[in-house]
């Protein structure tokens, strides 16, 4: 047998040992049961043990790689599951290939991602890196399993087999251990079993064959059979040549394959290996004959096999291992003989007898346990050496024994330790170690352990011992309980005090209760201790006090119930007797007080409740109150004797000594001030001795509680009752008297005298030197004066630099101070608005901004105009090119229309206006009417509104685009914009209340208002901000070219199968067309799907926060728009939610302004594309479109579903918090302010105007307005007294012509520029007078304030005006004229800005401007228009508005004209490339007619057919005869049907179509075709033009209708004339 076979039958024989064990355990505990198992039964007992191995396997395969990668592993139950992530195979791989699998290269070492969320599919890396490894290795194939086996769970049986198979691989190669056996070893709970087995059960697989591991990899490695053949031949010879040394020689050649060779069994070995030859060579010897027919068969076929004479390969390795084991056992006996420890623990660690649990430390009581096992069995008569399992078993139970000695000796050591450092936390951690095996420790109780080991230790005067610890932790942990108790019930408080483990002393169940009080108390004492709780000696102190305090407490009760008694019955002296009783133990009881000690208590006992007793403490306070009574009486008897003797002898020692020296002492008593205190006790004195006797012995004393004591002045005695023979001194002073009258003595001397002598001597001291103080202040005086002059005049020259900056920064503080008042007070002053009025004058600047500004608008205009007609013409042009191409046309249409662009061209530039510039009256009215009408137009939005929605939807929107777009001047200025938004919201408030029945209708049509505002700010005003947003982001995701979203599985599925053949250059076998549910259950294409969705959900959010951070710079118009259709809506369905009303709105501002531009950003030039490259590929239109569906789905709340999109509904969450996003961003896109507000428009304005607005329309334009005005004259304007009646009469009864209106010669496209002006504009009503005024008066205010001092405007108006003012204001007004006139000469339209009168009060002196402005401002605050409150405070709060409002319009100018350079530049590029579009047109042209030439003149013969003989079309004509000049085809419809031409023939059914005939017949147009159809004799005639058919199919028409009656198939018909009418190659 080979080596691993005999490793592998020992290891069998010992789990054979180990089962039948168990076997004999379950027989005597019971667990087999009489008769046989049924089949149920054993498949049970065949699964549970099928479990229990297979853990065994999985705690084996754990210890290994613990061993091998030096880490510790989860449980072996968890095992699986954290082996799926692959990190710990791929840290095994490292193990036994570092360069395989470097650190570094492992997913997720730390498990960070796994612990987070789970697997994710880069841990299949992990697991591919360990195959890698094991495959480097060299481990044979056949024990791999597949990467799904592991990271899916499918079969991890066959990983932890394969793990068996790399552990026993490897350590054939010698780079890891051998794995251990621990089948019948481990231990497992029945729940781990039973979980186990329920869990093979689900995998429903073959449990692999762990004990084949080693044969299969015998038969798997390759073998050199040859030399092993040599090396097995010499070993034998050696063997027969009884050669010791040869023999060990052979068997160490490598080539042998054996193992586990040992120098120090040489002899051995040869000894083994002879014996072992010998024996099989008597087996073949002496084996059993054959028959004679099988004798003569082998003898011709084969001849004896050399192997059966000699030993294998296998049979060697065996004896090796047999001979190792038995000579390692001797080793281990004569070590035991000579009790040599070294020689003992060469045995014991020999690899030979692979014992486990070897601890060294332990050797010298593995030699006595060895030893005395040894001789017990010589003892039984048994001298054979100790087998390998006898050596285990004593090593692991002195392995226990050894342990628990040595915990114990360490824990005792900690403890000692601990208490000599005091260390509590060390001390409890050494009683809690489980090794120790002390009895249960609690936590709460530290503090109690260490207090009382450390006064066992210290009593003891020496360590302590592991027996008086196990003890002592015994008791405390019973005395902690009883610590624990004391705060429950009394019962439970009784249990423990019971304990036997407490050893307390006395304990009486009655007394239970004052126990529990008096450790309650005692416990509330320690609270501040460090020990908290009760110790030992404590507790056994209070059960003994307690115990004698109540039988004490019982005595003292019966006595304390007989002093009640006494007290009722008023009897002093047997209280007294009662009170000296030594029982109750009363201290300090006196008999001369028997008299207050009855008083007291008696007086206690009566402010109690009637019925209640007093106790034992309240009768012992009484008379301690009582004997405090009485000596502080005496003491203010003997101070009141003493004190009244002084004043009685007048003696002022005396009486100081009294008041000084006496035990209770006076308070306040000062001894300079005694003679005062004499005299106020004296006068004291007297006064009660007209009151009373004097010369009694006895004193009346009242004490503080009222108690009064009598005290005889003669002898000192002192008595609590009066008695007859007792006369009391009514002279003497009282105690209270005394107090009172040396205070108040003390406290008037005091201060007196202080203040006297403080002020004597300050008068004393000024009197002696009041001349030298009159020099000293007078000197003093002067230096500081001085010295301060002269510190200023230094300080000023040295920062003579800083005053003026000083001074400049005060004066700016004071601009700027004044600024900050005209730009926020409500009510600037006057001084304020003189210092900035000078602002409101227009400079030269300002009129050649102005005019700028106007030429650069009237430029643009005409630009955008010229470029919308290119591109609509190049458009047109391109189609028609296209056309050509695909139907092989002529060119003259081409041509032409070529023709018409080029005279379009010539003609911008020289666009003249000769009929209405005409210098006559009828031209300059017609003029005067337009200007009027289309002012009215501007500034009144109802009328285009209603216009529009009266339009068919084809007309109104390229009415929208020429006329309504040039009337505002493409909102160029802020005053355009606010007039066209004001259209723009009145169209769609009209339509919404009119046109839209539900909500829904807005987001499923094309409402007008919303196409025509969406339009606008996507091309126009907002595309800026769109292009200014979105073109970074767009930019970066176009260039990055790993971004690939393609969320369909399918397509997905056919990019990877493609990739897969290109790859591999082999056809693939998979199935090319297949359903999402087909293409998904592919790994690979979940994983893509997985990858693509995740950089799908990642784009949408960087373009949603983007969206939702640009708020702030979304154009106004399309946020005003949005609050407009919000509250349209919300009055319009009242009961809608505010939701359903926010995503109409979110459809609007998103959908249709955003959307589209993020879907193809290249046709919304919101990117910069190079044609040349192609533009967008498939890929990136793909990312952009399916990033633009996520938005739109978030923004309307829609969410995937089931069907194709199920895959996606991963998404829905992402779509619906992002929805909660877009609300808020649409509610808050509509919270903005009125137009009025943010253009800073008001009722002002157009008077206010520097120039008159003006348009450049178009001749066509403008007459057809105005003939749309007339058509739908009685809709737009109901009411016949409205105003554009009035002005469309002014213009006659109908439109003109163009040669009418521009005269002959002029081109219909040709530009007009019109000057807008109200007709009504000198004839206003009160109102608009009131306006003007109001305008004129500011002006001539301004005019007053600068040149007139004061500080409010009536004392400015009051006050004379001087000749210096009246030449200042000229001066001023000439300086305005000057200007005015250079603005005039630049540009005539400025001077209609200001009309003759405005020019007139101008010029007026300055004294009668304040004379008009009193009058004006007299009218004004008349009608209500200004406050004459505060000095018209009102008109300065106007003028100040205006100077803001001037800084505002000038900052915005100065901005419009470099807006509009921009615009401009970018209008000429884009001019550029329609032009070089246009150009290259022209080029293809002229080389299709050259190509068309040289065709002519190759063209010999024709299809057509001759008029005179007619033929049918299968007929060709005759060869020779010449091409007539027109040609017919002729068809029935009946022929015509059957092709499919001729759909149906009203009124003729289709078995009649024979009797019809169709011809068509060319015409001099080429392009032009003449069909004539007959039935009978009637006959009828339609014309057909080519180019008209082709632009139905361009159009999508697929029918038509010839003579009102016949469906015509268009498609065929074209197929038909370009078949038989043009010439085909």
């Not at 470029?867 to 002529?890: F, H, P, W």
């Amino acid at each position: 047998m080979s080596v691993e076979e005999a490793e592998q039958m020992e290891e069998l024989v010992e789990v054979a040992n180990g089962s039948n064990g168990e076997a004999i355990d379950d027989l005597e505990s019971g667990d087999v049961t009489d008769g046989h198992m049924t089949a149920d039964e054993m498949d049970q007992k065949r699964k549970q043990n099928m479990a229990y191995e297979y853990l065994c396997h999985l705690e084996e395969a754990k210890k290994w790689i613990e061993a091998c990668i030096d880490e510790e592993l989860p449980a072996t139950t968890e095992l699986e599951e954290n082996l799926q992530n692959g990190v710990l195979l791929a840290k095994l791989g490292h193990f036994f290939a570092p360069k395989v699998v470097p650190l570094k290269r492992i997913y997720d070492k730390e498990l960070t991602r796994f612990k987070q969320s789970g697997l994710h599919y880069r841990h299949t890396d992990n697991v591919v890196q360990f195959f890698g490894a094991c495959e480097n290795a060299g481990l044979p194939s056949i024990f791999y399993p597949d990467t799904s086996d592991v990271y899916d769970r499918k079969n991890m049986p066959k990983l932890i087999y394969c793990i068996h198979a790399l552990s026993l691989f490897l350590h054939k190669l010698g780079k890891a251990p051998l794995i251990m056996d621990l089948v019948g070893t481990a231990q497992f709970s029945e729940e781990e079993i039973s979980a186990m087995r329920a869990e093979l059960d689900k995998y429903g697989i073959q449990m692999p064959a762990f004990g084949k591991i080693g044969g299969i990899l015998a038969n798997e490695m390759p073998v050199d059979e040859a030399a092993l053949h040599a090396a097995v031949i010499a070993i034998n010879d050696a063997l027969d040549r009884d050669d010791q040394q040869g023999t060990f020689h052979a068997l160490s050649n490598p080539m042998a394959l054996l193992t586990k060779l040992d120098d120090n069994f040489v002899s051995a070995y040869h000894e083994a290996l002879r014996s072992a030859k010998k024996m099989k060579g008597a087996d073949s010897s002496t084996a059993e004959p054959k028959s004679c027919e099988q004798d003569t068969v082998s003898v011709k076929t084969e001849e004896k096999d050399i192997y059966d004479v000699i030993l294998t390969q296998a049979e060697i390795q065996a004896e090796i291992s047999v001979t190792n084991l038995k000579q390692t056992l001797k080793e281990a006996d004569n070590a035991l003989l000579e009790r040599s420890l070294s020689k003992l623990k060469s045995s014991l660690t020999s690899s030979h007898l692979k014992l486990l649990n070897i601890n060294l430390d332990n050797l010298e009581s593995y030699l006595d346990a060895l030893l005395k096992l040894h001789e017990e069995r010589q003892g039984d008569g048994d001298f054979s050496l100790l087998n390998k399992q006898d050596i285990q078993d004593t090593i692991n139970s002195v392995n226990m024994d050894c342990n628990f000695e040595y915990q114990k000796n360490i824990s005792v050591d900690k403890i000692n330790k601990a208490l000599n450092s005091r260390n509590r936390d060390a001390l409890f951690e050494a009683l809690y170690d489980p090794k120790a095996k002390y009895p249960p420790v609690l936590n709460f109780a530290s503090d109690l352990y260490f207090e009382e080991f450390a006064v066992i230790r210290e009593d003891k005067g020496e360590d302590l011992v592991y027996a008086e610890v196990h003890g002592g932790v015994k008791v405390l942990t019973a005395v902690a309980k009883v610590n624990k108790a004391i705060s429950s019930s009394s019962e439970e408080l009784l249990a423990c005090l019971n304990e036997e483990d407490v050893h307390i002393m006395a304990v009486e169940a009655e007394n239970i209760t004052v126990y529990q009080q008096d450790m309650t108390s005692a416990l509330q004492n320690k609270q501040e201790m460090t020990n908290t709780l009760l110790t030992h000696s404590e507790l056994q102190e209070i059960i003994d006090v307690a115990n004698d305090n109540v039988k004490t407490e019982q005595t003292r009760l019966k006595l304390v119930e007989e002093i009640n008694d006494v007290l009722s019955n008023a009897n002093a002296e047997d209280l007294f007797v009662l009170l000296t009783n030594e029982a109750l133990q009363f201290e300090n009881v006196f008999p001369e007080l028997a008299v207050l000690y009855y008083n007291c208590l008696a007086k206690l006992k009566n402010s109690h409740p009637e019925g209640q007793s007093l106790r034992w403490n309240e009768i012992q306070s009484a008379i301690n109150l009582a004997d405090a009574q009485a000596a502080h009486g005496i003491l203010v008897a003997k101070a009141v004797t003493a004190i009244n003797d002084a004043v009685t002898e007048a003696s002022i020692d005396q009486l100081c000594s009294a008041l000084t020296e006496q035990e209770l002492k006076v308070k306040n008593v000062n001894v300079n001030c005694c003679k005062h205190y004499l005299e106020k006790l004296d006068e004291a004195r007297k006064e009660r001795s007209n009151n009373g006797k004097e010369g009694a012995e006895w004193l009346n004393v009242e004490l503080p509680d009222g108690t009064e004591m009598y005290y005889n002045l003669v002898n000192g005695e002192h008595r609590w009752e009066v008695t007859d023979d007792m006369i009391f001194d009514s002279s003497l002073l009282t105690w209270d008297e005394i107090q009172k009258c040396v205070k108040k003595t003390t406290k008037a001397w005091v201060k007196g005298v202080q203040q006297k002598k403080a002020y004597k001597t300050r008068q004393k001291l000024f009197q002696a030197n009041e001349g030298s103080i009159i020099k000293i202040q007078s000197a003093v005086r002067s230096f500081l004066t001085r010295k301060a002059y002269k510190n200023r005049l230094n300080f000023l020259a040295n920062q003579s630099d800083s005053v003026i900056k000083i001074q400049a920064a005060w004066r700016g503080k004071k601009t700027r101070s004044d600024y900050q008042s005209l730009m926020f007070a409500e009510y600037p002053p006057l001084n304020v608005v003189r210092k900035f009025a000078h602002l409101l004058d227009q400079s030269d600047t300002d009129y050649a901004e102005e005019i700028e500004v106007q030429k650069q608008r009237q430029e643009i205009v005409a630009a955008i105009r010229h470029n919308q007609q290119l591109e609509k013409d190049a458009s047109n042009m391109d189609i028609k090119i296209g056309l050509l191409v695909k139907n092989r046309i002529t060119l003259e249409e081409v041509v032409t229309h070529e023709g018409k662009m080029s005279k379009k061209e010539q003609g911008l530039a020289c666009a003249v206006s000769a009929g209405l510039d005409s210098l006559n009256k009828e031209s300059h009215e017609r003029r005067k009417a337009y200007e009027h009408l289309f002012y009215q137009l501007q500034v009144e939005p109802q009328y285009l509104a209603r216009l529009i929605l009266e339009m068919p939807q084809q007309q109104s929107t390229k009415f929208i685009e020429s006329v309504i777009l040039t009337l505002y001047n493409y909102a160029s200025n802020p005053r355009d914009e606010y007039l066209l938004l004001k259209l723009f919201s009145t169209s769609l408030r009209q339509e919404i209340m009119q046109s839209i029945e539900n909500m829904t209708d807005i987001v499923t049509g094309t409402p007008l208002a919303i196409k025509m505002v969406v339009d606008f700010h996507r091309n126009a005003r907002g595309h800026s901000y769109l292009r200014d947003m979105l073109n970074p982001l767009i930019t970066s995701l176009l260039e990055d070219t790993s971004v690939k979203i393609n969320t369909n599985p399918t397509e997905v599925y056919k990019n990877w199968v493609n990739q897969q053949e290109t790859d591999s250059g082999v056809p693939s076998q998979l199935p090319y067309d297949v359903t999402n549910e087909e293409a998904l259950k592919h790994k690979e294409i979940q994983e893509l799907m997985e990858e693509s969705i995740q950089q799908l959900r990642s784009w949408s959010d960087k373009f949603l926060s983007l969206i939702l951070s640009s708020l702030d710079h979304i154009p106004y118009g399309m946020r005003y728009i949005s609050r407009v259709m919000l509250q349209s809506l919300t009055q319009k369905f009242p009961e809608a939610s505010e939701k359903d009303i926010l995503k109409i709105v979110g459809n609007l501002l998103y959908y249709r302004y955003i959307n589209s531009t993020i879907a193809a950003p290249d046709a919304y030039d919101i990117i910069d594309i190079d044609i040349e490259k192609g533009g967008l590929t498939p890929d990136q239109r793909r990312n952009l479109g399916s990033i633009a569906k996520i938005l739109q789905f978030a923004a309307s709340n829609k969410g995937f579903g089931g069907g194709d999109s199920q895959h996606l509904a991963c998404l829905n969450s992402y779509i619906k918090g992002s929805h909660e996003k877009f609300k808020q961003y649409f509610r808050k896109a509509c919270d903005v302010p009125d137009p009025e507000v943010h253009f800073n428009i008001n009722q002002y304005t157009e008077a206010a105007l520097v120039v008159k607005p003006r348009i450049s329309i178009s001749a066509d334009d403008l007459i057809n307005t105005h003939a749309k005005l007339l058509e739908y004259r009685a809709k737009i304007a109901p009411d016949s007294l409205d105003a554009i009646h009035e002005l469309l009469e002014d213009l006659g009864s109908a439109a003109p012509t163009v040669e009418e209106l521009m005269g002959s010669g002029v081109n219909k496209e040709d530009e007009i520029c019109l000057i807008l002006s109200s007709k009504h504009e000198g004839v206003e009503d009160a109102k608009s007078d009131l306006a003007s005024l109001l305008i004129s008066t500011k002006q001539l205010t301004i005019d007053i304030i600068r040149c007139q001092p004061g500080e409010n405007l009536t004392e400015v108006l009051d006050r004379e005006t001087s000749e210096d003012q009246e030449l200042q204001h000229r001066s001023m007004i000439s300086l305005q004229e000057q200007v005015d006139a250079r603005a005039v000469d630049k540009d005539a339209a400025v001077s209609r800005a200001k009309s003759v009168k405005e020019k007139s009060e101008r010029k007026m002196p300055l004294k009668d401007k304040k004379v008009k402005v009193k009058e004006d401002l007299s009218k004004l605050s008349g009608a209500g228009f200004i406050s004459s409150d505060s000095h018209y405070q009102a008109m300065m709060k106007l003028i100040a508005q205006d100077i803001r409002n001037q800084r505002r319009y000038r900052a915005a100018r100065r901005q419009d004209l470099q807006k509009l350079a921009d615009t401009k530049a970018n209008l000429q590029k884009k001019k550029l490339f329609f032009e070089s579009q246009i150009e290259y047109y022209n080029t293809y042209v002229k080389a299709c007619m050259a190509n068309m030439l040289a065709a002519g003149k190759r063209r010999s013969r024709s299809s057509y057919v001759s008029t005179s003989s007619p033929i049918e079309e299968d007929q060709k004509p005759k060869k020779g005869k010449k091409e007539p000049k027109h040609q017919t085809i002729k068809y029935t419809a009946a022929k015509l049907h059957e092709r499919g031409i001729v759909l149906e023939i009203d009124g003729i059914s289709p078995n009649q179509y024979k009797n019809v005939q169709f011809e068509i017949s060319t015409t001099v147009d080429p392009a032009v075709f003449q069909c004539t159809a007959k039935v009978l004799t009637v006959s009828e005639t339609h014309t057909l033009k080519l180019q008209e058919l082709l632009q139905l199919q361009y159009e999508g028409v697929a029918v038509m209708t010839l003579f009102d009656r016949a469906k015509i198939n268009v498609n065929l018909l074209i197929h038909l004339l370009n078949k038989k009418f043009y010439i085909t190659k």
